[in-house]
């Protein structure tokens, strides 16, 4: 697939990287290399809190002239916080292009930390921390996530603790931000209707003096845990499940044939889970497995919303499906339409400007280069049958981790399905 891609790395470390693209759209983030996993029992929740701040009003903006600049440009903008990354990120047309990393860089460098917005923000951060929670298939994937990595910060929630956001403010916030959003941890990333060297221009006038202590990131790699099953009690018409095991780092080199074996897992309508579990059981309305995978170490999960009264056949029948996985049991013409699926999905998002622009700078960050598209479709087209099987019988060596939420007591769930014997 044709593209122009470029890199440049500023005086200070910063990194851009542009694909043109013919296209009357430009989509362009800057993203950060750090996330929930960087902070600290008594600071956790401040990489998503700084986030929400940024928002929140510079020396030449206040918070409303943020928001009617980013309507007035009108295209889309956003911001998140992950694990282990933050990116704000927006897409205009190409002739705003310049307006948009001026108010980008201005919030980015000059954002104020008013004690008095931090303290009115502080309320929304909670308002989305209690919406998590009344969220049970959301809050489930937090349970899940803390029993798998334990005391780890792998294992912190991105928006935080509650009592801990609660005392958050101005001063600790630009302290993390100070600390964290250092030069060679920023990769600012465009994709469309981009001229490389004027926009790097642009952006070495606006962070081309931006320094910072430079110390680098020192995560540590979780340790595998003992598996951990355990029901939290609530009053609510399903039970919602989470089920897994170790995955792999993002970076592995299995990592095709990981995403596959996912696919034929639980991936897509025509996978394991959801032929037996929804279509041929009728156990639940909601399932699929997913991949969570990190610089580091990764998690394959299963989430399932079904009767409290059924708890025990859906996790047999989860469990009986993985063992054949296990064993090898996929057909060539299943691998096919499962690397077809794959294919499908890299290629369709190549459409828009915005995946193109994340897909180029989450390689920068976590591969250092620019990945084509034709080397991931044929990382797929190397996986055989036996690299499904023998990945599997690896992954599911184990017994799985497991976590329910729901109107069930301890005496009604049997987890022995789950050790896969």
Known sequence: MANSYQKTVLDNGIRIITEKISSRTVS????????????????????????????????SRTSREIAQELDTLGGMSNAFTS????????????????????????????????????????????????????TPDDRIHEMFTGNLWGEHPLGYTVLGRREVVAAMDSNGLREYMRRQYTPERIVIAASG???????????????????????????????????????????????????????????????????????????????????????????????????????????????LGVDPAVVNKAMAVVSREIKGLRQGRVSSDLLDRAKNYAKAGIYLSAENMESR??????????????IPFEEVAAGFDQVRQEDIGDLAGRLFSQPLFATVLGPLKAKDIDWRPLDLE
């Open 28 to 59: 362009a983030g800057i993203w950060v290399d750090v996330g929930a996993r960087d902070e600290q029992p008594d600071n956790n929740g401040s990489a998503h809190f700084v986030e929400h701040m940024l928002f929140k009003g510079t020396p």
């Open 83 to 134: 694990g282990e990354t933050t990116s704000y990120y927006a897409t205009v047309l190409d002739d705003q292009l310049e307006r948009l990393v001026g108010l980008m860089g201005d919030i980015f460098l000059n954002s104020l930390f008013e004690e008095e917005e931090v303290v009115r923000e502080r309320e929304v951060v909670l308002q989305e921390i209690s919406m998590v929670e009344d």
């Open 193 to 303: 209707n981009v001229e490389h060297e004027k926009f790097c221009r642009l952006w070495q006038q606006q962070m081309g003096a931006l320094a910072g202590p430079g110390t680098g990131l020192r995560r540590q790699p979780p340790t595998a845990l003992a598996p951990v099953r355990k029901l939290y009690k609530k009053n609510l018409e399903q039970a919602h499940l989470v089920l897994g095991t170790y995955g792999l780092p993002i970076v592995a080199p299995d990592r095709y044939a990981l995403y596959l074996l996912h696919v034929l897992l639980g991936g897509n309508m025509s996978s394991r889970l959801f032929q037996e579990v929804r279509e041929k059981e009728g156990l639940a309305y909601s399932i699929y497995s997913y991949l969570s995978s990190f610089t580091d170490s990764g998690y394959l999960g299963v989430y």
């Open 357 to 370: 622009m994340t897909r180029i700078a989450r390689n920068e960050l976590t591969f250092g280069r620019y």
